[in-house]
């Protein structure tokens, strides 16, 4: 647990010098670079109801503003086109993407129409939009669907607020299964070490993600901003993070076979006996032949989705460099990382103005893009060495040597040669420690910009408590 913790304080005082807005007069994002794959993030900010642990930008939904601001958000993919971008890939998050399909299939439609080169899409959803109307309409626009479940328990539903929305853990369970053969990836989104999460329940809720069908599962710690925690802290209680790695290692052990103690790490990044394997330090995909037996026994097939490759909600992991539209988006391109307005007022008059909605901004120097670089790519498996000389001019080792000094000490690699580096088990929950608390320090990126609403929209969202998707 030191070592757990020490980790922790570094992150967290890392991403506090290098998470800070500043304000920018930029108007545009700056053009494409020649070579570089790049993945489109669109955000959609509207909920049918607010979950009180969410830090992202979420208002509650509107139909004539949440049209307004479809039609914009089409338009400011027309100027991201006109600077050249191109995409190979889409996420839509939010929010609540599908909170108006027309207008969401409006939206996936155009992005192909305008840029070519796009193989795959990527949306989030909530649990009563897996309706056959809406499947229908999302089935060959979205390749991946992503579904906020966060648990399957009735108590700890009705505490996030989640089950008068969408019903109880059995009905969300038969809906899943009933959508997973619409999409090439249907994922189960969920959370893990909430205050009265206990491990009985989240037994239950690996074994009901089991169950479900869904080809693959991504299990979140909650992350929750310190504003987020405070608020939290009143009503469901204080987040124990004392019993995080038992519940990582629960999760790791039921849906891979991984045994803790037992590390698997040197026969690679999968382990050798679940249905699911690793597809970064907290998703699990359903293996292919796992995959095709559940499709064979799923009640209606609408195409094949045994195909064996996916995408994850961390779609850093694949595409280091990434511009987000949408109020709230957050871009990382170069150096910089740009924090669109949280303004959905502020948003629509940028767009109809012909700008671009940035409102702060946050450089990255070349020890911060390193260790960057460092955390993502080995929360996706592996880091490649020859790729991270080229691109900083300096081994990891001797850009990072404390980082690398640290996981080496705790036994993080199953393969540390002059190619790449893998992880062991250890080295896994170690990064799950990273990528938490990096992501908390997101979470106060947005709080920062969430602190310039103003009048209703403040109301709004400081008067509905407090915000993790």
């Known amino acids: ?142 390749q991946r669907l992503s579904v906020g479940v966060q648990s399957f328990d009735d108590g700890l539903l009705k505490q996030m607020d989640r089950y008068e929305k969408y019903g109880s853990g059995r009905e969300i369970l038969e809906r899943i299964g009933e959508a997973s053969p619409y999409f090439v990836s249907m994922n189960a989104d969920m959370i893990f070490n909430f205050p009265a999460q206990t491990e009985d329940i989240l037994i239950n809720d690996i074994e009901r993600v089991i169950e479900s069908g869904a080809s693959q599962t991504t299990f979140y ?27 990582y290692e629960i999760i790791c052990e039921l849906l891979t076979g991984e045994i803790p103690g037992i590390d698997m790490g040197t026969a690679g990044p999968h382990g050798e006996r679940g249905l699911f394997e690793f597809g970064s330090a907290w998703t699990f995909n359903r293996r292919k032949a ?81 260790r960057y670089r460092f955390m993502m790519q080995l929360f996706g498996l592996r880091l490649d060495k020859r790729s991270f000389k080229r691109d900083f001019g300096m081994s990891v080792e001797q850009g990072l040597p404390i980082e690398m000094a640290f996981m080496r000490l705790n036994g993080a690699f199953a393969t540390d040669n002059s190619e790449e580096l893998t992880l062991t088990a250890r080295g896994r929950y170690l990064v799950v420690v990273m990528m938490r608390q990096f992501f908390i320090g997101v979470n106060n990126l947005r709080d920062q910009a969430r602190e310039a609403l103003t009048g209703e929209e403040r109301e709004l969202i400081f008067g509905s408590g407090g915000c993790q998707h």
């Not at 987020?228 to 204080?238: C, D, E, F, I, P």
């Open 1 to 142: 647990m030191l070592s757990e913790r020490m980790l922790s304080t570094v992150v967290r005082g890392c991403t506090k010098q290098y998470l800070k807005l500043a304000p920018t007069n930029d108007v545009r994002m700056p053009a494409p670079k020649p070579g570089q794959p790049y993945m489109l993030y669109m955000h959609v900010p509207f909920c049918e109801r607010l979950c009180p642990y969410c830090s992202f930008n979420r208002f509650p939904f509107r139909e004539d503003k949440a049209r307004q601001y479809f039609q914009n958000m089409r338009k400011e993919m027309l100027m991201l086109r006109d600077l050249g971008y191109d995409f190979e890939s889409v996420y839509i998050g939010g929010g609540t993407p599908t909170i108006l399909i027309d207008e969401l299939c409006e939206t996936i439609d155009q992005a192909r129409d305008v840029f070519p080169s796009i193989k795959e899409v990527s949306s989030e959803t909530n649990p009563n939009h897996l309706i056959p109307s809406y499947l229908e309409k999302l089935h060959g626009r979205v």
């Open 221 to 247: 710690p909650l992350m929750a901003s310190p504003s987020v925690q405070k608020s939290m802290a009143r009503t469901v209680g204080r987040v124990d993070y004392s019993r995080e790695k038992r519940f």
């Open 290 to 370: 796992a995959r095709a037996k559940a499709n064979a026994n799923a009640n209606t097939k609408p195409h094949d989705n045994t195909a064996n490759s996916y995408m994850i909600d961390e779609y850093v992991v694949d595409f280091e460099e990434y511009p987000a539209i949408g109020s709230g988006g957050i871009t990382y391109l170069g150096d910089t990382l740009y924090v669109n307005t949280f303004s959905i007022i502020d948003y629509n008059a940028a767009i109809e103005r012909g700008a671009m909605s940035m409102m702060g901004a946050t450089r990255f120097s070349l020890r911060d893009r390193m």
